[in-house]
């Protein structure tokens, strides 16, 4: 249980960020694409970290509590803002509601089936991906031998996402970021986009369930 409140926290921490920016821009109306923009901010900082050889346990944690105080922020503003008598407004439940509902459902079923990998490949995992968020951990940056893959196969900021799991949830956990975050993030993306372009809540539930198979 404490592993999923963490993994629910980092995406509302991703959501403060992204949210804030947002706000920054003067961008309305565009909360369900926060989550991921906050991820593109993160992998910017995580950057500028790198760069400084600062990519620790402690920085990530800062950053992890100041998404999270962000979106408190927003919040906590939001609802003061409603409850002023004269912009008092009651939530009703719309069938816009049912594609972001299906996206939970389709998340939380990623999540207890696939998590978890029942085992690694010590000839590949191990030497190829899960070492660079333990090494960037040690060292405070995935910079190394000028033959490793950075650079030229991958430029790190999956490895640094990665981080925020593997310095806080056991190794197993690893794939949280993949089959449950990016998922839920990237479905509802989608289903963002398609309400946009004003198509039926059918169609967005479809589009934005459709990465699950």
């Not at 409603?82 to 939970?104: D, G, H, M, Q």
């Not at 998590?115 to 040690?138: C, G, I, Q, T, V």
């Not at 949830?169 to 509802?188: E, G």
């Amino acid at each position: 249980m404490s592993e999923l409140a963490f993994t629910l926290f980092l995406i509302l921490s991703f959501w403060g960020f992204g949210s804030s920016l947002l706000r920054l821009l003067n961008i309305r109306n565009c909360q369900p694409i926060a989550p991921s923009i906050g991820v593109a901010v993160l992998i910017a900082i995580g950057g500028i970290l790198n760069l400084l050889e600062l990519a620790n346990l402690y920085s990530i944690l800062v950053l992890y509590v100041t998404g999270n105080l962000l979106l408190s922020i927003q919040v906590f503003s939001e609802i003061r803002r409603r409850i002023i008598p004269e912009n008092k407004s009651t939530p009703t439940f719309s069938a816009e509601w049912i594609p972001y509902l299906a996206v939970l459902i389709c998340g939380i079923l990623q999540y207890i089936y696939f998590s978890s990998p029942l085992a690694f490949n010590e000839h590949d995992d191990f030497e190829k991906y899960l070492k660079y968020p333990s090494r960037m951990l040690a060292t405070g940056t995935l910079a190394n031998s000028k033959l490793d893959a950075i650079g030229y196969e991958t430029l790190g900021g999956f490895s640094y996402l990665q981080s925020y799991i593997v310095g806080f949830q056991p190794l197993n956990r690893i794939l949280v970021l993949d089959t449950f975050i990016a998922f839920s993030l990237f479905s509802l993306s989608i289903a963002f986009i398609l309400k946009q372009l004003k198509q039926h809540w059918s169609i967005c539930a479809l589009g934005a369930t459709l990465p699950l198979f």
